[in-house]
């Protein structure tokens, strides 16, 4: 089939698609090619609700994937300047984002609220990695899951440093375990 430029077919025509065998990729979905149990409210500590918007909608009439990661942020954010005192815009010490994913079990869409949940599933000197799951209304089991490395650094240098005492105390309230 001829193709246009960028790879895509001409409309009213189909473009051939070919699987590519991920069986071997990275990730906790593909580990051993067994899917993990999906998250239940109970196993997060903290939760903030959330508004799905209109705009949030994709083609298919759901929650478009990259909505999830705002999700997430809005989580982390929250978790962070509300319990953890972070000032984003004038604090010397920043959260940066090193890691994260997400895995998807249900679809939501507008007008649907959500809650995050939050756990710390690993606390280090400088890093720690967060779980979210999102929950659709009063669901008990998540809809999606996802997790965020960050790793706090000096704002001018971007280098590592140990996370601040009280941002600490805010994260160890919310360690898994």
Do not use: K
Request: hydrophobic share 40%; aromatic share 10%; proline share 4%.
């Amino acid at each position: 089939m001829r193709r246009r430029a960028g790879g895509f077919a001409a409309r009213g025509q189909v473009r051939e698609v070919r699987l590519v065998d991920t069986s071997s990729s990275y990730g906790p979905a593909r580990a051993g090619g067994v899917r993990p149990e999906r998250g239940r409210r109970g196993d997060y500590r903290r939760f903030v609700r959330i508004g799905t918007r209109w705009m949030d909608n994709d083609l298919y009439g759901h929650v478009n994937n990259v909505v999830y990661y705002s999700f997430f942020d809005t989580a982390l954010a929250d978790l962070l300047m509300s319990a953890g005192g972070l000032d984003p815009w004038a604090d010397g010490v920043v959260g940066l984002a090193v890691e994260n994913g997400c895995r998807f079990h249900a679809s939501i869409a507008f007008p649907d609220i959500v809650d995050a949940g939050v756990r710390v599933a690993h606390l280090g000197t400088s890093s720690v990695r967060y779980e979210i799951g999102i929950f659709r209304g009063g669901d008990e089991m998540a809809a999606a899951e996802g997790h965020f490395v960050h790793v706090f650094c000096d704002r001018a240098s971007q280098r590592p440093v140990p996370i601040p005492d009280r941002i600490r105390a805010a994260l160890e309230a919310v360690r898994a375990g």
